[in-house]
């Protein structure tokens, strides 16, 4: 029994022991723990601190972030505004619009586009070669790929089939990074612009021509232009196509004596009452008198503008209708008398044949009435003659003549007046043989008419010499009429082939005959294709006619 206690005792102390040393490890374990959660303690602690750091960061951050919510949400706000600006602005535009992304599809347009492709909101991303257009070109897509390979714009002027003109630009479209995505094509109408262009164009033509023409009339025309001042001084002119550039003022020095006086005096009433006038003045100009009909009119500044028209042709034409006009009186009476001239004794032959018993008188008053009516058919058939040659009705019996035949013609028709009055007749043929092509009974009217003038109107016991010659180089057949008769004045040359026209001796008086034989003569000569001339040195100096005919082949 006390061996139970003992074995207790031991057994309680082995497991005191036990415990003592269990606890002791427990302790150490404890202990290790317990620094353990110090270390931990002060990584929490550290932790903690850290966390707090981070805090105070994220709640910076989360103000940043608020902050920049706020910056984007205005920033979206403008790029609201911004794109209802301009999606307002590519609805209203007449500039049509289409972006292509860089395999050409289409990415956005405008309204305006629908005018010229058959585009559609559903189309984008569509190609814009599979779409239809009204364009008279196909060329679109290849230009857009062309922009895409060079990088350069490209610009066209394009028609609709309406006829309508574009001004089609194609350049690359750049991102803000400056890289290529695609291609921008534009479309501006310029039909209205090319249209005011063309029509600039010729007004501008018009102008230029107008101008030309101007000049060109202000350089042939006869006309003087003289611009004046409210002054009265003259501030530019034109004479004559040249314009006073060194001392205007010396313009009015150009007028006649008198007729500066009547322009001043003119111009003054024009710029008082601000109408124009019309006035003929005399000018001196390049030493010859000419006559200018003004036209002075009010201009804007106060002044008078006066362009003048040289007149004077038109007077020495109111001149030469009036001396016609004088001459056809003249001709008229003189035809009167000459058709009165053979009637009287004409009549006074009848009468006595009527009465007459002997024969012989009965034969001189026959040979009488038959020289005046030759007379008569002499005269109506040159009267005749010359109408039918104004108004193209007569022909000519063309055949191969020997000079010599006309002329002995012409002086057996016109020998008995030369005989008459006493006159020498010197007659020289061509050395050389020749023949003319023409009319025989209107060549010999020719020479007749020239030989009875020159009778007529030289002196009685005058000379008279009808030469013949050959020109060989100009192949012309001269004949020469000369007489040392009355001769012609030298204001008669000019007009002495006219009609009506008649030479006049010293005392005034006209040698009968109708006026038209010389006439006559030139249209005749004229339709053989030869032409005549007068010359003479003046009064009582006798005078010159010559004939020219073309020779014809020899025979």
Not at 1 to 11: A, T, Y
Not at 91 to 99: E, K, L, N, P, Q
Request: net charge negative.
């Amino acid at each position: 029994m006390v061996d139970s206690p003992e074995l207790e005792l031991h057994r309680t102390r082995d497991q005191l022991r036990s415990t003592i040393e269990q606890y002791e490890t427990s302790l150490e374990a404890l202990k290790a723990s317990n620094e353990e959660l110090q270390a931990i303690n002060e990584k929490l602690r550290s932790s903690t601190e850290e966390l707090e750091t981070s805090k105070d960061e994220l709640q910076s951050v989360n103000e940043e972030l608020i902050t920049l919510n706020h910056e984007l949400r205005d920033k979206v706000d403008e790029l609201s505004h911004a794109n209802s600006d301009l999606q307002n602005l590519m609805a209203s535009t007449d500039i049509g619009f289409v972006f292509l992304d860089r395999q050409l599809n289409i990415k956005k347009f405008t309204p305006k586009v629908r005018d010229l492709i058959n585009v559609i909101p559903s189309d984008i991303g569509r190609p814009l070669a599979h779409l239809t257009h009204k364009l008279d070109s196909d060329e679109l897509p290849e230009l857009a790929r062309q922009v895409l390979a060079d990088l350069h714009t490209i610009e066209r002027e394009v028609r609709s089939r309406e006829g309508r003109r574009y001004l089609v630009r194609l350049l690359p479209y750049r991102s803000v990074e400056d890289r290529i995505e695609g291609v921008v094509v534009t479309f501006v109408e310029v039909s209205d612009l090319r249209e005011a262009l063309e029509a600039r164009q010729r007004s501008d033509e018009a102008r230029q021509a107008v101008e030309e023409l101007l000049r060109i009339a202000l350089r042939d025309a006869p006309m003087v232009l003289l611009s004046l001042d409210e002054h009265g001084d003259t501030t530019s002119g034109y004479v004559l196509g040249k314009e006073l550039s060194d001392d205007v003022t010396k313009m009015l020095q150009m007028f006649a004596p008198g007729h500066a006086d009547r322009f001043r005096e003119v111009t003054r009433e024009v710029m008082r009452s601000r109408t124009g006038q019309r006035v003929e003045l005399d000018l001196a100009i390049d030493h010859a008198h000419r006559t200018y009909e003004f036209h002075v009119e009010p201009i804007s500044n106060g002044g008078v503008i006066a362009a003048g028209f040289d007149i004077t042709p038109s007077k020495h034409a109111a001149s030469t209708l009036r001396d016609t006009d004088r001459r056809k009186d003249e001709f008229l009476a003189t035809l009167s008398h000459e058709l009165r001239n053979p009637l009287t004794p004409l009549k006074v032959a009848l009468d006595v044949a009527k009465i007459a018993t002997d024969p012989k008188q009965l034969t001189r008053s026959l040979g009488i009435m038959e020289r005046q009516i030759a007379q008569l058919i002499q005269l109506v058939d040159e009267l005749l003659d010359l109408s039918r040659i104004t108004q193209g009705k007569i022909t000519l019996d063309r055949e191969p003549l020997e000079p010599a035949v006309l002329v002995e013609a012409a002086l057996e028709a016109t020998r008995p007046l030369i005989q008459q009055h006493g006159h020498q007749l010197r007659v020289k043929l061509p050395d050389l043989p020749c023949r003319i092509i023409g009319d025989y009974s209107r060549l010999t009217q020719v020479l007749t008419n020239l030989i009875s003038n020159a009778a007529k109107y030289t002196p009685d016991g005058g000379h008279i010499d009808l030469e013949l010659d050959t020109d060989t180089e100009r192949n012309r057949l001269v004949i020469s009429i000369r007489d040392n008769g009355v001769g012609i004045a030298p204001e008669m040359l000019p007009t002495i082939f006219d009609i009506f026209v008649q030479c006049r001796d010293e005392l005034g008086r006209s040698q009968g005959g109708l006026g038209i034989g010389l006439n006559l003569v030139r249209r005749l000569v004229d339709l053989h294709g030869g032409r005549v001339t007068a010359t003479s040195s003046g009064a009582s100096r006798g005078s010159e006619f010559v004939v020219e005919l073309p020779i014809g082949p020899r025979a």
